[in-house]
């Protein structure tokens, strides 16, 4: 029973365009969310993250959007550039609890 | 400041064989996990540790055995080596458990044939 989905397996954007990926989770009591993005051959590096009493999160090119009542999140990366490709994956936690990622999502930005 | 180390990058293992994959933080993070991440799938915890001498289970822990003699080093046993066990195994640290950011490894892919 996956706690966290990311239903797009792949994504493909034009370089310049937005990116927009999406995350739906089914346990109410998550309180915190991150992103993590992964280079082929390496370790995930964390990207962006949200508080649940916060609705948007900004850095930069990447933006985050919390629905709580819809129990989804998204990333936003604006404007995308070739070297944002890699797999991104949501994960979500409470904040005594680990983290559980979702299965990913490749990007790809097309030059 | 090397951060989060694994060893080794690839191994390839025979059915029954055992090996161990070893980490190492120089964070001085209190909080080590392992995980391994299947194709098209999230990474999977399988181990953790809270503290040098405390582990704990992840979520699929069957088939491994950790350690953790010292704040830095978090090695991961496979015994009996099975082919389901081939997949890519990640370690990481974090400060502490909970909403901070995990420093993940370049990770260990293994094949089991």
């Known amino acids: 029973d996956q706690q966290v989905k990311q239903n797009s397996p792949s994504l493909s954007v034009q370089e310049g365009r937005i990116s927009i990926l999406n995350c739906d989770y089914t346990?109410?009591?998550?309180?915190?969310f991150l992103w993590y993005k992964k280079y082929p051959a390496e370790g995930p590096t964390f990207l962006i993250s949200i508080s649940s009493i916060k609705d948007k999160n900004e850095d930069g090119r990447f933006t985050v959007f919390l629905n709580k009542s819809a129990k989804h999140l998204s990333l936003h990366i604006v404007p995308s550039q070739p070297g944002d490709s890699a797999v991104y994956f949501c994960?979500?936690?409470?904040?005594?609890?680990?983290?559980?990622f979702g299965p990913g999502t490749s990007l790809s930005v097309i030059p | 400041n090397a951060g989060v180390t694994q060893t080794p990058k690839f191994r390839i293992l025979k059915i029954g064989q055992s090996m161990t994959l070893q980490c190492t933080q120089d964070?001085?993070?209190?909080?080590m996990y392992w995980y391994r991440q299947d194709p098209g799938m999230g990474l999977k915890l399988i181990y953790y540790s809270v503290g040098a001498g405390i582990t704990d289970k992840g979520e699929v822990p069957n088939g491994y055995n950790v350690s953790r003699s010292t704040t830095e080093d978090f090695p991961l046993r496979l015994e009996l080596a099975a082919p389901s066990q081939t997949s890519v195994y990640f370690c990481a640290s974090s400060n502490r458990v909970g909403t901070d950011t995990q420093y993940f490894g370049p990770g260990t892919r293994l094949t089991v044939l």
């Open positions: 964070m001085n993070h209190n909080y």
């Open positions: 346990n109410s009591m998550f309180d915190y």
């Open positions: 994960a979500t936690q409470t904040s005594y609890d680990k983290v559980i």
